[in-house]
């Protein structure tokens, strides 16, 4: 049987023992009521005729007063005696009216008969009195059968109430052996309610509020030591323990959610903190090529659930590259016109929902997974995108994506800076027209390679254009650029990773060789030589005819001195001209090797 199903039946027999002893309770209060109306009729009625008799002597004292001294206030107080004994009277004729017994009717009878006798008498001698016949009045108030009345009025009375005492001893007696019948079995019904009160009460607080009460004391430990892991009472009751019940799910509902905010606030300060030290790391980069390493290594970290890649707008501003990835992109490729970009086109963060509630970038592949695309704007130019993608069904990029411009803002200022840095270090050391580096640079070069300690031999090509006025005299001055750029683009294709190909000065240049002997850097100037003398150069469709090149090398092989290498490759330049140009001469032999167009 279910321990509600008991508890009710229970609650049950409780209730009807308890309207039982209520009722044995109500039916005692009723006989002690009787009792006390018994008593309090007794009381009445005595009260009655004794106050009746009492009115009668007031009244005979009064009149014999008056017989005896004339004096008219006593005339007046007889007056107003016999006047309340009148209403005495009417108060003794009411009691017979309330069912007294025959015995109790006769004596009160009586006591009206002897009663109404005074008072003829005591009126008689009074009227007697005050028509002048004193003798006749005393006579009358002292006569034997004033006596004999006023002794039977007493009489009466006393009979009354001793008969009233008598019927109201058994009545009293009779409703008090009720009442105490009545009022056992009411308290033999409440000590036998409050038996099963106190089973029930037992039964209730032990199954249905101790244990409980010390499961959720062992719940509120666990939570007070934040174990929101702990599994609350789960019975659906409907009263104060399930509304404590429920309050301790609050609580630990709140809990549960206090520990989510903070975890949330721990990750946010994490996510936060490692921005940063990505922040510190695109600060410290000192070349455009250290930062994609950077956002790659920090971008895997802060966004493990996103794929990416790192886009560069390539010189032509037409195009976006990949110089980095994370994850395992699949929607975009790693290079498109930037024109393909809705990012790039409208110069703010573009969100391409798998859903296809916007306009999707042209360069991401259908599916429906979503991606972002973030330009990379500083100082009013686009120098990229920093692109993000996330798998089917996830939904970390929303999340993700304060943090993401929040990257992107710094990471475009930090490529920007270095563009900047790149493009005033190459002021310095580059030749804006030819875009190799500038005698400045040469000078440093060729001070680092005189005080290198390495072994090895270097060689130093003096380059100048022959007759290379003609071509400004001729074809213009943009011609005559034209050509130092070929020229140039030529030299550094030959002379590859192992030489560094500079810009003298006007039409001059001069390349240095390092880790060559004197056989490969000969060859070398001779393909250079025969490179430019060979190569048909046009300048808006117009031949500007065969551009030749005078030569010089000087070489630090056989313990040839460092210093003097500008001045014996000069020297060489120098010979290889007055030879007759298109030429290459050597310090090591000093023979001119040429072939004339």
Same mark, same amino acid.
């Given at each position: 049987?279910r321990?509600?199903?008991?508890?009710?039946?229970?609650?049950?027999?409780?209730?009807?023992?308890?309207?039982?002893?209520?009722?044995?309770?109500?039916?005692a209060?009723?006989?002690?009521?009787?009792?006390?109306?018994?008593?309090?009729?007794?009381?009445?009625?005595?009260?009655?005729?004794?106050?009746?008799?009492r009115?009668?002597?007031?009244?005979?004292?009064?009149?014999?007063?008056?017989?005896?001294?004339?004096?008219?206030?006593?005339?007046?107080?007889?007056?107003?005696?016999?006047?309340?004994?009148?209403?005495?009277?009417?108060?003794?004729?009411?009691?017979? &009216?309330? /069912?007294l017994?025959?015995?109790?009717?006769?004596?009160? @009878?009586?006591?009206e008969?002897n009663? +109404?006798? $005074? %008072? #003829?008498?005591?009126?008689?001698?009074?009227?007697?009195?005050?028509?002048?016949a004193?003798?006749?009045?005393?006579?009358?108030?002292?006569?034997?059968?004033?006596?004999?009345?006023?002794?039977?009025?007493?009489?009466?009375?006393?009979?009354?109430?001793?008969?009233?005492?008598?019927?109201?001893?058994?009545?009293?007696?009779?409703?008090?052996?009720?009442?105490?019948?009545?009022?056992?079995?009411?308290?033999?019904?409440?000590?036998?309610?409050?038996?099963?009160?106190l089973?029930?009460?037992?039964?209730?607080?032990?199954?249905?509020?101790?244990?409980?009460?010390?499961?959720?004391?062992?719940?509120?430990?666990?939570?007070?030591?934040?174990?929101y892991?702990?599994?609350?009472?789960?019975?659906?009751?409907?009263? &104060?323990? /399930?509304?404590?019940?429920?309050?301790?799910?609050?609580? @630990?509902?709140?809990?549960?959610?206090? +520990?989510? $905010? %903070? #975890?949330?606030?721990?990750?946010?300060?994490?996510?936060?903190?490692?921005?940063?030290?990505?922040?510190?790391?695109?600060?410290?980069?000192?070349?455009?090529?250290?930062?994609?390493?950077?956002?790659?290594l920090?971008?895997?970290?802060?966004?493990?659930?996103?794929?990416?890649?790192?886009?560069?707008?390539?010189?032509?501003?037409?195009?976006?590259?990949?110089?980095?990835?994370?994850g395992?992109?699949?929607?975009?490729?790693?290079?498109?016109?930037?024109?393909?970009?809705?990012?790039?086109?409208?110069?703010?963060?573009?969100?391409?929902?798998?859903?296809?509630?916007?306009?999707?970038?042209?360069?991401?592949e259908?599916?429906?997974?979503?991606?972002?695309?973030?330009?990379?704007s500083?100082?009013?130019?686009?120098?990229?995108?920093?692109?993000?993608?996330?798998?089917?069904?996830?939904?970390?990029?929303?999340?993700?994506?304060?943090?993401?411009?929040?990257?992107?803002?710094?990471?475009?200022?930090?490529?920007?800076?270095?563009?900047?840095?790149?493009?005033?270090?190459?002021?310095?050391?580059?030749?804006?027209?030819?875009?190799?580096?500038?005698?400045?640079?040469?000078?440093?070069?060729?001070?680092?390679?005189?005080?290198?300690?390495?072994?090895?031999?270097?060689?130093?090509?003096?380059?100048?254009?022959?007759?290379?006025?003609?071509?400004?005299?001729?074809?213009?001055?943009?011609?005559?650029?034209?050509v130092?750029?070929?020229?140039?683009?030529?030299?550094?294709?030959?002379?590859?990773?192992?030489?560094v190909?500079?810009?003298?000065?006007?039409?001059?240049?001069?390349?240095?060789?390092?880790?060559?002997?004197?056989?490969?850097?000969?060859?070398?100037?001779?393909?250079?030589?025969?490179?430019?003398?060979?190569?048909?150069?046009?300048?808006?469709?117009?031949?500007?005819?065969?551009?030749?090149?005078?030569?010089?090398?000087?070489?630090?092989?056989?313990?040839?001195?460092?210093?003097?290498?500008?001045?014996?490759?000069?020297?060489?330049?120098?010979?290889?001209?007055?030879?007759?140009?298109?030429?290459?001469?050597?310090?090591?032999?000093?023979?001119?090797?040429?072939?004339?167009?």
């Amino acid at each position: 049987m279910r321990i509600s199903t008991i508890t009710n039946w229970a609650y049950a027999l409780t209730v009807g023992l308890t309207l039982l002893s209520g009722g044995s309770f109500i039916i005692a209060t009723h006989y002690a009521d009787r009792e006390r109306d018994a008593l309090d009729t007794a009381w009445k009625a005595d009260e009655s005729v004794e106050a009746l008799a009492r009115a009668a002597e007031l009244t005979t004292e009064d009149a014999r007063l008056y017989v005896f001294t004339g004096e008219q206030r006593y005339q007046q107080a007889f007056q107003a005696a016999l006047a309340e004994e009148r209403e005495r009277e009417r108060a003794v004729r009411v009691l017979r &009216e309330r /069912g007294l017994p025959e015995e109790e009717l006769a004596a009160l @009878r009586a006591i009206e008969a002897n009663a +109404e006798i $005074l %008072d #003829a008498i005591e009126e008689s001698a009074v009227a007697d009195f005050a028509n002048g016949a004193e003798a006749q009045a005393k006579a009358a108030l002292f006569s034997p059968e004033h006596e004999e009345a006023q002794f039977g009025l007493l009489s009466s009375v006393s009979h009354f109430v001793d008969l009233v005492a008598t019927r109201t001893r058994g009545e009293v007696e009779q409703a008090s052996a009720q009442a105490a019948l009545w009022g056992t079995i009411a308290k033999s019904m409440l000590a036998l309610t409050a038996v099963v009160f106190l089973c029930v009460l037992y039964f209730v607080l032990t199954r249905r509020v101790t244990r409980p009460l010390l499961r959720m004391s062992n719940v509120v430990q666990r939570l007070a030591k934040q174990d929101y892991d702990v599994q609350l009472l789960t019975d659906g009751r409907r009263d &104060e323990i /399930g509304d404590m019940n429920q309050a301790i799910q609050i609580f @630990r509902d709140n809990g549960l959610e206090r +520990e989510r $905010l %903070d #975890a949330e606030r721990r990750k946010d300060q994490q996510t936060k903190d490692q921005i940063l030290q990505l922040m510190h790391r695109l600060q410290a980069c000192r070349l455009e090529g250290e930062l994609a390493p950077v956002v790659s290594l920090f971008a895997s970290q802060l966004f493990p659930d996103l794929s990416g890649h790192l886009f560069v707008m390539n010189t032509g501003r037409t195009a976006l590259i990949a110089k980095s990835s994370w994850g395992t992109p699949t929607l975009s490729g790693k290079e498109f016109a930037a024109h393909e970009c809705w990012g790039i086109r409208r110069g703010r963060a573009h969100f391409s929902e798998g859903a296809n509630s916007d306009v999707r970038c042209l360069h991401l592949e259908q599916g429906s997974s979503s991606a972002l695309c973030v330009p990379l704007s500083a100082r009013g130019d686009t120098v990229g995108a920093l692109y993000f993608e996330e798998a089917e069904g996830s939904a970390a990029l929303a999340k993700a994506r304060t943090y993401v411009e929040l990257i992107a803002e710094n990471l475009a200022l930090a490529i920007a800076n270095l563009q900047l840095r790149d493009r005033l270090a190459n002021l310095a050391v580059k030749d804006p027209l030819t875009g190799l580096l500038n005698r400045r640079s040469l000078d440093e070069n060729l001070a680092e390679l005189i005080q290198s300690s390495e072994d090895g031999s270097a060689s130093l090509m003096m380059i100048d254009i022959d007759h290379f006025k003609r071509f400004n005299d001729q074809f213009g001055h943009d011609a005559g650029d034209f050509v130092m750029g070929q020229v140039a683009a030529i030299m550094t294709s030959i002379a590859g990773p192992g030489g560094v190909v500079h810009r003298y000065g006007g039409e001059e240049f001069a390349i240095i060789l390092r880790k060559q002997d004197t056989t490969a850097a000969l060859h070398t100037a001779e393909a250079i030589r025969h490179a430019i003398e060979t190569a048909p150069i046009d300048y808006q469709g117009q031949p500007l005819g065969t551009v030749t090149v005078s030569i010089g090398i000087a070489s630090t092989e056989d313990d040839r001195p460092k210093a003097t290498l500008m001045q014996r490759a000069d020297a060489a330049l120098l010979q290889a001209k007055s030879s007759g140009r298109n030429a290459v001469v050597s310090d090591w032999s000093g023979r001119a090797n040429r072939r004339l167009a």
